[in-house]
């Protein structure tokens, strides 16, 4: 039980950044121009998270069939389960601008979106939970990245979901409540995969790295372009080269 607490409270304080995120947000006008930038930072931290802590310890588990099929798997169904949510309003969650359709454009977008923040975090958390399994350590690196990708993801969104008229108490009880959800990811992660097979871990681990790729290709590096077109490359070099620093200090 212990171990899933602490699993748990290492999930809400990841997920936490995006409650942070979304109070500068809401708070304090912020340049879309540095929102892009540390989303191209974000994405460089969660490519390094994902090439050196996720898919290379599935393959030190398994080998290169759960890790194939796994990260395959897990872009396929972020993707279609991002198609669909995009078609009700969800597309544009992660953008800071006035491209997020208010709730009479579009209703239901806003549940839409609050579903879109979920399908972001929840292989995120569940990675957290996982990596403290059988006695392991957790990866700075991964609560890391995932701290400083959840920072613009909540920042963005929320500046968007103020421009498109959604009042602060929707804005700060949809991302607190994210927050708590990552949290219960992380301690369910912990608490219910305990016992699997090193393939099958390997293959979940190879599902929430297919899936935040995917999640990186889809949402973040689009948004980060669109805001600062040739400098997207170079930060994101810099947050990738920073996170492989960092896991191997």
Same mark, same amino acid.
């Given at each position: 039980?212990?171990?899933?607490?602490?699993?748990?409270?290492?999930?809400?304080?990841?997920?936490?950044?995006?409650?942070?995120?979304?109070?500068?947000?809401?708070?304090? @006008?912020?340049?879309? =121009?540095?929102?892009?930038?540390?989303? &191209?930072? #974000? *994405? %460089?931290?969660? !490519? +390094?998270?994902?090439?050196?802590?996720?898919?290379?310890?599935?393959?030190?588990?398994?080998?290169?069939?759960?890790?194939?099929?796994?990260?395959?798997?897990?872009?396929?169904?972020?993707?279609?389960?991002?198609?669909?949510?995009?078609?009700?309003?969800?597309?544009?969650?992660? @953008?800071?601008?006035? =491209?997020?359709?208010?709730?009479?454009? &579009?209703? #239901? *977008? %806003?549940?839409? !979106? +609050?579903?879109?923040?979920?399908?972001?975090?929840?292989?995120?958390?569940?990675?957290?939970?996982?990596?403290?399994?059988?006695?392991?350590?957790?990866?700075?690196?991964?609560?890391?990245?995932?701290?400083?990708?959840?920072?613009?993801?909540?920042?963005?969104?929320?500046?968007?979901?103020?421009?498109?008229?959604?009042?602060?108490?929707?804005?700060?009880?949809?991302? %607190?409540?994210?927050?708590?959800?990552?949290?219960?990811?992380?301690?369910?992660?912990?608490?219910?995969?305990?016992?699997?097979?090193?393939?099958?871990?390997?293959?979940?681990?190879?599902?929430?790295?297919?899936?935040?790729?995917?999640?990186?290709?889809?949402?973040?590096?689009?948004?980060?372009?669109?805001?600062?077109?040739?400098?997207?490359?170079?930060?994101?070099?810099?947050?990738?080269?920073?996170?492989?620093?960092?896991?191997?200090?």
């Amino acid at each position: 039980m212990a171990g899933a607490l602490v699993a748990g409270g290492w999930g809400l304080f990841a997920g936490a950044a995006l409650l942070v995120g979304a109070a500068v947000g809401t708070l304090v @006008r912020v340049p879309p =121009r540095l929102i892009a930038l540390v989303m &191209a930072f #974000g *994405s %460089g931290v969660l !490519m +390094a998270t994902v090439s050196f802590e996720l898919i290379a310890e599935a393959y030190e588990r398994s080998g290169m069939v759960p890790v194939v099929t796994g990260t395959v798997g897990g872009a396929v169904v972020y993707s279609g389960a991002n198609a669909l949510l995009a078609r009700r309003g969800a597309r544009h969650r992660k @953008r800071s601008g006035e =491209r997020q359709p208010s709730e009479e454009e &579009a209703p #239901g *977008s %806003g549940n839409a !979106m +609050a579903l879109g923040a979920l399908l972001d975090g929840v292989p995120e958390s569940v990675v957290i939970g996982t990596s403290l399994l059988g006695g392991g350590h957790l990866g700075v690196a991964t609560v890391g990245a995932v701290f400083i990708s959840n920072l613009p993801e909540g920042l963005a969104s929320a500046a968007g979901m103020r421009a498109a008229g959604r009042g602060r108490g929707y804005v700060f009880a949809l991302w %607190g409540g994210i927050a708590v959800v990552s949290g219960l990811a992380a301690l369910a992660g912990y608490a219910l995969l305990g016992g699997v097979s090193a393939a099958v871990m390997a293959t979940i681990t190879a599902v929430a790295g297919g899936a935040i790729l995917a999640m990186i290709a889809d949402t973040m590096i689009p948004e980060a372009y669109g805001r600062v077109h040739l400098l997207t490359g170079p930060v994101t070099v810099i947050g990738f080269l920073s996170a492989f620093a960092l896991a191997h200090l």
